[in-house]
């Protein structure tokens, strides 16, 4: 009878400082954003100023990298404490989806050409124009889904590929010809803080994108699924679901889409 007194006041206890952790992680990471924003706001304004030397230019640069990076990695810890507090909540609205993934593809596709992959799209001609969803959260997911792809791959090909899965249903999928995932290490990857495989790949993450992605996904009504081979690469895809709306008319454009994928020759990834 003791030993489980004991055991549900350990429990109370630990219930009771993730709380307190949440709590001072949340409001420590508002009051950084502020200052933060000031700083890159006024960045900004100087970049759009003009009248700048090249070397200014360049510092002002360096400052709106850095600062932004730090944004994303503040914004990580936020949504990290809001989901352990159990408050996070998706905010609906109209999805477009041809202006949503072209916007998409339009970021990846910048990142994928720096490092010399190839990078296609395949988007199902059957999908609704207009959904509702969460788009903010939504791109939240997909940029982290195919900013890994592209990070852990040197050579070979990111792709996206959009299907309609029933009426009112969606599913992503993210393939890469990268690093791939030890199977002994593929649960961890979703928990929070945790990065796997070689260390110097760790830098730029916070280990806290997969753990955040797959709690957003549940609440929309799916989950993430993985499938990796270490050294030959990598799917993650996830299935949610959507509400299709009433559009004007109009069709997704998939062929404007596909249009916009990079293809590198096998000669050129290598370079
Ligand atoms: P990070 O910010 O470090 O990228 P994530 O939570 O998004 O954090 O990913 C956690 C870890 O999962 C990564 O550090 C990496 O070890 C592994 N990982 C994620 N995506 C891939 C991928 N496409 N290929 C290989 N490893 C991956």
Redesign the pocket.
Known sequence: MRNRERAGELLAEELRLAGLRSAFLAQMSHELRTPLNGILGYTRNLLLGGGLAEKQIAGLNIIQDSGEHLLFLIN?ILDHAAIEADKFELTYGEIRLEEFLSTLIGIIRVKAEEKNISFTCDVDAALPAVVRGDMQRLRQVLL??L???V???DHGEVMLRVRSDGPSRIRFE?K?T????DPE?ME???L?F????EKN??S??????????RKLVQLMGGDIK?E?QLGR??I?SIEIDIEPLKSDGSEIDVKALSEQSITRTVCDASQ
């Open positions: 990580g982290n889904l900013s890994n792809a990070k852990f791959t993210v890469d990268g690093i791939g995932i290490q961890r990857i979703f929070p945790e990065q796997v495989g790949r760790r730029g993450g916070n280990g806290l994108g997969l753990s955040i992605s993985v990796s690469g990598s993650f």
